[in-house]
């Protein structure tokens, strides 16, 4: 959105946050209408920098003048982009009384204003520093990046650039704002955010990559190329007091392309900047292996990272077999935090017991041993330094801070001009909202609660638009460090303001041991099994005997003339007895299967020889089933089928020859189930056990 015609005589251009807005000028003082091309493209430029690099704007830091050397730098390349054939290097030419500009990127010190060519070198802007002035080093290092030249600058160094074009020049200069730049990028840190995006864009030691890094120094920021690989890199933290925890690497090697890691717990990655999770305690030593079109390096920091975090805690399950509440136990150093799962999510209570909800399934919960971490504060303790004042603007506003290890932003102090609702935005570097409160204030201080949970990471932003709360525009002085947690680094206006937010009270993450399972057991049915066959079929007159063949082991058998574990077939009767085998688990559940003995009278009639001549098959059967029978003489037999009633469902009368005699016989009439065959000749007397299936 822009609007034109800003108000009366008005030499000035500007992005306020969510617009574009342009004066007429007052050629009186040599400006003409202040809608110039590159000047559109460098006010939508501040728009730019504030949704991604976010650089402060409108003070007087080193960031304020990378803020305004980028945005004259997307201005040209805006400027050129649409008037291919009629650009130029002089910012503002459009606008200016002749054509003489406000600044000149191919000679800052010809500037209408001149402007230092080199960094701290002549014409260096102190006191109250120019942004609009100091941002000449970094406009003449683009000029030098595209079209190249020689000189010696205001160190006296001597330097040789060779132009790459603007065509590759403006990649480099929008990625490097984009992708690698901060609210607190200054020179130096600029540098390095352009030598990178040349080696994402045209390769590591790549021309581009070269003269990308002599052009800084030929305005005296860092020193000229050096084709060596050095691997270096450094981690967000290197002792830690719990697990699982995740570790960020820093990779800052130099003419690397690739990179190989070996954290020491055999895990590896060929990411440039790895996060890894260490999952188990101990101290391990970290590998970093870098290559490129330069050559290769290694580096391996031995013992660097520590992880020690409390003992883990002890637990006691338990069981029920129907579905019920089941109480867990664990005992352990300081606080028991319980979970349903073993990493993340909420703790679904904490104390050294917990009470399960009505189970139906097994269920397995975790619990962790937790010491709190220390706490502290970051920021100013309130607004009484410079000059504190309030504003409702439509501006958004934020303060910018640093995240080294994880912590919560509890609360801060805030100063409201008038009650009533305020909304408090917490953003990451990219401007992406990461949560948002809505928060009734009293009119004068107020302590807010905001309990943010913050993991390491840079350039966060916290603040509001129309927040009408005071702020100051004078006094700062970052960075405003909680050691090693968190460091305030500034803000999106001025490196002397400081927006709203006071006295932040930070808790750091306390040290957590590694979850402990404790199982809560619910059923089901123990499945048991039970095989009778070696006793399927025995005579009344047959000794107690010991019951076997029950499975589990440890279970009890009960029946009919079942006593301790013993069958009784005198106690029983003749007739048929089911006995039925149980087993009971540890969570009182159950499981049982029961098998038919058939007791035969066998009386007067021995029953020993003829017992072990006799053989069914197929056993279990459809139906048809075979008979063998060996007798020592020819006998007459009677044949006998009874079901488990005792009732006789075929009979026949059976001449048997002397050695084997073989029998079919068509059941399949009968119903499934269990049935039993008699054999008796005038000697002996033989019972088999059929199944119908």
């Given amino acids: 959105m822009s609007f034109v015609h800003y108000d009366v005589n008005v030499s000035n251009a500007f992005w306020d946050g969510i617009r574009m807005t342009y004066g007429d000028g007052d050629s009186g003082n040599g400006f003409t209408e202040m809608t110039g091309l590159d000047i559109c493209g460098h006010e939508i430029t501040h728009g730019l920098v504030g949704y991604t690099a976010g650089l402060s704007g409108g003070g007087y830091g080193e960031p304020d003048a990378i803020n305004e050397a980028w945005a004259d730098i997307m201005g040209t390349n805006i400027e050129r982009f649409a008037r291919p054939t009629q650009w130029d290097w002089i910012v503002?030419?459009?606008v200016t009384v002749g054509g003489i500009g406000?600044?000149?990127?191919?000679?800052?010190?010809?500037?209408?204003?001149?402007?230092?060519?080199?960094?701290?070198?002549?014409?260096?802007?102190?006191?109250?520093?120019?942004?609009?002035?100091?941002?000449?080093?970094?406009i003449y290092w683009y000029y030098l990046l595209c079209q190249g030249g020689t000189g010696t600058n205001d160190q006296a160094n001597n330097y040789i650039v060779n132009g790459i074009t603007l065509t590759k020049a403006q990649l480099i200069a929008y990625r490097a704002l984009t992708v690698y730049a901060t609210p607190s990028t200054n020179y130096s840190n600029m540098r390095l955010c352009t030598v990178q995006a040349a080696n994402d864009l045209f390769g590591v030691c790549s021309p581009e990559a070269i003269e990308t890094t002599n052009a800084w120094y030929a305005v005296g920021?860092?020193?000229?190329?050096?084709?060596?690989?050095?691997?270096?890199?450094?981690?967000?933290?290197?002792?830690?007091?719990?697990?699982?925890?995740?570790?960020?690497?820093?990779?800052?090697?130099?003419?690397?392309?690739?990179?190989?890691?070996?954290?020491?717990?055999?895990?590896?990655?060929?990411?440039?900047?790895?996060?890894?999770?260490?999952?188990?305690?101990?101290?391990?030593?970290?590998?970093?292996?870098?290559?490129?079109?330069?050559?290769?390096d290694s580096n391996i920091k031995i013992s660097y990272i520590t992880i020690n975090p409390p003992a883990s805690p002890t637990t006691t399950g338990a069981s029920s077999c129907p579905p019920a509440s089941l109480t867990l136990s664990a005992s352990g150093a300081s606080s028991l935090n319980w979970y349903s799962a073993q990493t993340g999510g909420a703790p679904v209570n904490t104390g050294t017991t917990y009470v399960t909800p009505i189970l139906s399934n097994t269920t397995t919960y975790y619990v962790e041993s937790s010491i709190a971490g220390p706490s502290g504060t970051a920021g100013p303790i309130n607004n009484s330094f410079g000059n504190s004042i309030n504003s409702y603007t439509p501006f958004v506003n934020y303060q910018t801070f640093n995240v080294i290890k994880p912590?919560?932003?509890?609360?801060?102090?805030?100063?409201?001009?008038?009650?009533?609702?305020?909304?408090?935005?917490?953003?990451?570097?990219?401007?992406?909202?990461?949560?948002?409160?809505?928060?009734?204030?009293?009119?004068?201080?107020?302590?807010?609660?905001?309990?943010?949970?913050l993991v390491p990471g840079n350039a966060y932003r916290l603040g509001g638009k129309f927040m009408n709360l005071y702020w100051n525009n004078s006094g700062a002085n970052y960075p405003y460090n909680y050691t090693g947690y968190l460091n305030i680094t500034g803000n999106n206006s001025s490196s002397n303001s400081y927006y709203f937010f006071y006295n932040w009270q930070i808790q750091s993450a306390p040290c957590v041991s590694a979850r402990i399972p404790a199982t809560a057991s619910i059923g089901p049915i123990v499945p048991?099994?039970?095989?009778?066959?070696?006793?399927?079929?025995?005579?009344?007159?047959?000794?107690?005997?010991?019951?076997?063949?029950?499975?589990?082991?440890?279970?009890?058998?009960?029946?009919?003339?079942?006593?301790?574990?013993?069958?009784?077939p005198a106690l029983a009767g003749a007739g048929n007895f089911t006995i039925?085998?149980?087993?009971?688990?540890?969570?009182?559940?159950?499981?049982?299967?029961?098998?038919?003995?058939?007791?035969?009278?066998?009386?007067?009639?021995?029953?020993?020889?003829?017992?072990?001549?006799?053989?069914?098959?197929?056993?279990?059967?459809?139906?048809?089933?075979?008979?063998?029978?060996?007798?020592?003489?020819?006998?007459?037999?009677?044949?006998?089928?009874?079901?488990?009633?005792?009732?006789?469902?075929?009979?026949?009368?059976?001449?048997?020859?002397?050695g084997s005699n073989k029998i079919d016989f068509n059941l399949s009439n009968l119903a499934k189930g269990t049935y039993y065959l008699q054999i008796k000749t005038a000697t002996d007397i033989a019972v088999k056990r059929i199944d119908i299936n």
């Fill in 580 to 658: 039925t085998y149980s087993y009971t688990d540890v969570s009182n559940c159950t499981g049982s299967a029961s098998q038919n003995i058939h007791v035969s009278a066998c009386v007067g009639i021995n029953t020993i020889n003829l017992q072990t001549k006799v053989v069914l098959y197929p056993n279990p059967s459809a139906g048809n089933i075979t008979m063998e029978v060996w007798l020592a003489k020819e006998e007459n037999a009677n044949i006998q089928i009874m079901n488990t009633l005792g009732q006789t469902v075929f009979s026949k009368n059976q001449k048997l020859v002397n």
């Fill in 221 to 296: 920021v860092g020193g000229l190329f050096s084709p060596t690989v050095a691997s270096t890199f450094t981690a967000n933290i290197t002792s830690i007091c719990s697990v699982p925890y995740t570790v960020y690497f820093n990779n800052t090697s130099t003419n690397a392309a690739n990179a190989a890691w070996n954290f020491g717990d055999g895990n590896t990655s060929t990411l440039i900047n790895p996060s890894h999770t260490y999952t188990s305690a101990g101290t391990y030593t970290v590998q970093l292996t870098v290559s490129g079109a330069c050559g290769t």
């Fill in 92 to 94: 503002g030419a459009d």
């Fill in 407 to 453: 912590c919560t932003l509890v609360s801060v102090l805030v100063y409201a001009t008038g009650a009533g609702n305020r909304t408090i935005n917490l953003w990451d570097k990219m401007g992406n909202v990461l949560q948002t409160w809505t928060v009734n204030l009293s009119n004068g201080g107020n302590t807010v609660t905001l309990n943010a949970s």
């Fill in 102 to 138: 406000l600044r000149t990127m191919s000679d800052p010190n010809s500037s209408t204003t001149p402007q230092p060519d080199t960094y701290l070198g002549q014409y260096w802007s102190t006191g109250l520093p120019s942004p609009h002035i100091n941002d000449g080093p970094a």
């Fill in 528 to 568: 048991a099994t039970y095989s009778n066959a070696a006793y399927d079929t025995v005579c009344f007159y047959t000794n107690a005997f010991a019951l076997t063949g029950g499975s589990p082991a440890g279970g009890t058998y009960s029946g009919t003339g079942v006593s301790g574990g013993m069958f009784d």
